[in-house]
């Protein structure tokens, strides 16, 4: 409801009662990079790295991937990036061989541990550019405690490599993507060893719907405002809060104003969306109360059914905004 002109100012941002969200870029193409300076994206809140492979036509080398993660994090400056490994397979970049299911197959991180040398190629360039500004590392398609600990074991070996070679190298933090169902049921055990969250909503609306995200024939049926999906958001922004690890939302949801005011309702102070969105969710939250959006997302979350949580919000974003 908001006339006011866009809100292009990278100044933090505060709720009325004097909340701060972050705002951050999604990134994957180079015409990209524009945006994130002229919208004032606070850093890069996700590089879809596996952009690269349709770049290079195949898999990038480590050369290749250094001089890129280094521009990235010149780009994102003080606030960092986000980079998050090749998530190579399903709708994406295609894998080798064809799957019967790709959506369940060998995606993201099952594809980076199922080819380990690419994984530590991709972990060394990261470490490496991180000698020359803020980044860490994202795990795609996170389905069990493992992935993470095993990625982080290869981090590890792959920085005391770097060590005995005399390659410089800097500090990189390991994040879980949560966008699958298992992974959010698991949030508590996840917080425990991740060093941050990473919400993918559109991934997780797939799979706790069972909706394909690129199937028109059921495209009414991907309901981001969906009580399951708000139950899991909010499950998974309680378990980062109990251990005390940021958790940034990625997906496209935070792109919609509306829908970031229920984000923040249910406790993000941290979203990533396509950096042309920034503008319109930044004057959005400005002018919102978290208490308020608090009560929003909890009467939500109560709902029974998505046409019911899209009446509540559309009558309740009428009275208070
Ligand atoms: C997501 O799944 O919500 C996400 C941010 O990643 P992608 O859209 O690249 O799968
Ligand atoms: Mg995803």
Redesign the pocket.
């Known amino acids: 409801p908001d006339l006011s002109p866009l809100d292009v100012s990278n100044e933090p941002l505060l709720t009325l009662d004097g909340a701060e969200i972050t705002l951050r870029a ?1 990134l994957e193409l180079p015409a990209e990079y524009e945006g994130v300076r002229r919208y004032g994206a606070q850093g890069i809140g ?1 590089y ?1 790295s596996e952009f690269l492979w349709s770049r290079h036509n195949g898999q990038p080398t480590e050369e290749e991937q250094y001089a890129v993660y280094v521009e990235i994090a010149e780009l994102a400056g003080p606030y960092g990036a986000m980079v ?1 490994l090749f ?1 190579v397979g399903g709708d ?1 970049i295609k894998a080798r061989g064809a799957e019967r299911n790709p959506a369940l197959g060998l995606r993201g991180i099952r594809f980076c541990l199922r080819h380990e040398e690419i994984l530590r190629t991709q972990m060394r360039a990261v470490l490496r550019a991180a000698a020359r500004g803020h980044l860490n590392v994202v795990l ?1 398609m996170v389905s069990d405690l493992v992935e993470i600990r095993r990625a982080r074991a290869i981090l590890e070996e792959e920085r005391q490599r770097l060590q005995r070679e005399g390659k410089a190298f800097g500090p990189v933090r390991l994040g879980a ?1 949560i ?1 699958v169902p298992s992974a959010v049921l698991m949030a508590e055990k996840l917080a425990s060893e991740a060093d941050f969250f ?7 609306v ?1 799979y706790l719907l069972a909706v394909d995200r690129s199937n028109d024939q059921v495209a009414e049926w991907f309901r981001s405002l969906h009580p399951a999906v708000l139950r899991s958001i909010h499950r998974t922004l309680e378990a980062a809060r109990a251990a005390s690890i940021p958790a940034v939302v ?4 935070a792109a919609t104003p509306a829908y970031a005011v229920v984000l923040v309702g249910l406790g993000a102070r941290d979203l990533s969306m396509t950096a042309s969105s920034i503008p319109r969710v930044r004057r959005t939250l400005r002018h919102i109360e978290v208490r308020r959006a608090r009560e929003i997302a909890l009467e939500s979350v109560g709902c029974a059914t998505a046409d019911e949580v899209e009446e509540l919000i559309r009558q309740r974003l009428a009275e208070a905004w």
């Open positions: 999604n996700l879809r998050r998530d994406k795609p993507m966008e990473s919400l993918g909503t559109n991934d997780l797939q990625c997906g496209e949801m």
